[in-house]
């Protein structure tokens, strides 16, 4: 089962399930619906041109902009060089049903997922991260084996003959 739809002057195959970036859209409460079908195929092999009374159905998943890209402008000969960086805006969509001729197809449930929850200390232990036993690392420290940088070398000035 799948669909194509129009949205943001593009057109997409999107089935139940499917997580695709359209250019933004404006949700209600997180879902998005898309009455712009332009064709759904039921089983496989047919395809059939939608009327009015198709509907997709989704809900966002992540808004966001896309990669920089650029737009570079250039005439040989002239000393004209135009250089400009554009970033497209987007919305994720999870397409959770496809509704057509009275039937609905729904995409399968997500799990939902539990955050971690970090065990408490118990004892009054101390915790390490330093390599050094009984010591912590500080709180500026990223890492306890990064490298450290080369010391500077001091300029060495030449003489004058």
Do not use: C, W
């Not at 059939?48 to 809900?59: D, F, I, K, M, Y």
């Not at 998943?61 to 650029?70: A, D, F, M, T």
């Not at 497209?88 to 929850?117: C, H, M, N, W």
Request: charged share 35%; net charge positive; no cysteine.
């Amino acid at each position: 089962m799948y669909a194509v739809i129009r949205a943001g002057g593009k057109q997409y195959r999107v089935a139940p399930g499917d997580v695709i970036r359209v250019e933004t859209q404006e949700d209600k409460d997180g879902r998005v619906e898309f009455g712009d079908v332009l064709a759904v195929s039921a089983e496989a092999g047919s395809v059939v041109p939608a009327g009015s009374g198709a509907l997709v159905t989704g809900e966002v998943v992540e808004q966001g902009r896309g990669n920089k890209i650029l737009v570079f402008h250039y005439k040989r000969k002239k000393q004209y060089k135009k250089l400009r960086g554009h970033r497209q805006d987007y919305t994720a969509v999870r397409i959770t049903e496809i509704a057509f001729d009275g039937q609905s197809f729904k995409a399968p449930e997500l799990p939902k997922k539990e955050k971690k929850v970090k065990p408490a200390h118990e004892g009054g232990e101390e915790v390490k991260t330093s390599k050094r036993p009984g010591k912590k690392a500080p709180k500026h420290a990223v890492h306890a084996h990064a490298k450290k940088s080369a010391p500077r070398k001091a300029a060495a000035k030449k003489k004058k003959r």
